[in-house]
């Protein structure tokens, strides 16, 4: 499975946007790039995913390297709820049953000041 | 509020006790997931269902049996467990198993405690 390198903490100011970093260098043509976030005290939650093209929806902004061997997650604006561990998973698009499973790195906790 | 849905959201039981975790899901997904958590560290998969045949097992004690009766529901049934088995148990479902493309959905997990 290709690996995922993020860094282990970041810190961030409320009302400022965060750009949380993803390495995966090993990263084949069909996999997809998936974040996902845990928030203390609950399972984890679905951010974005995308597999060429930068991607939005209401909780986050996702952008893809041109080679794909990095991407970025930008929340535009931190709020104090965003404080979570984020972490960026590889998928890949036609999986075996060995290969459809998620594979959790240690992720980046965020921490977001007042 | 999440989508899946997982009981009891404690559970403290003792090694020679037999439990069971529950798991139930509305949205028509047909592969469902268990997870274990330890504190502070990342989910780690246990077992998957698709289509409510068991697809993986990751090497899992046999202290842990899933059940999967229908394509709603998903079961962890617990006996004899370790206190290393203290943890976070997550539960998730996705469409499919096989679709990259497909996000997993997560219950807001069971905190088990064994004594």
């Known amino acids: 499975d290709a690996k995922t390198t993020q860094p282990n903490s970041m810190e961030s100011n409320e009302e400022e946007p965060v750009h949380l970093p993803c390495n995966h260098s090993t990263i084949s043509g069909t996999d997809y790039i998936h974040w996902y976030r845990q928030l203390p005290s609950q399972g984890p939650e679905y951010v974005i995913h995308?597999?060429?093209s930068n991607v939005n929806n209401r909780m986050a902004s996702l952008a893809i390297a041109e080679d794909r061997k990095s991407s970025t997650l930008i929340l535009h604006r931190a709020t104090l709820r965003d404080a979570a561990v984020y972490y960026c998973?590889?998928?890949?698009?036609?999986?075996?049953?060995?290969?459809?499973?998620?594979?959790f790195g240690q992720g980046t906790t965020l921490q977001v000041k007042p | 509020d999440t989508e899946v849905t997982q009981t009891p959201k404690h559970l403290v039981m003792g090694m020679t006790n037999k439990k069971s975790l529950k798991c139930e899901q509305h949205m028509g997904h047909r592969a469902m997931y268990w997870y274990k958590q330890k504190a502070k560290k990342p989910p780690e998969l246990m077992f998957v269902y698709s289509y409510e045949k068991l697809s993986i097992n990751e090497s899992v004690p046999s202290r842990f049996s899933p059940e999967c009766p229908n394509s709603s529901l998903l079961n962890l049934h617990l006996h004899a467990l370790q206190p290393e088995d203290s943890a976070l148990y997550l539960c998730a479902s996705s469409q499919e198993l096989a679709r990259g493309n497909q996000p997993q959905h997560f219950g807001d997990g069971t905190r088990l405690s064994i004594l």
């Open positions: 995308g597999l060429t």
């Open positions: 998973i590889l998928r890949a698009a036609w999986a075996s049953s060995n290969t459809g499973k998620l594979i």
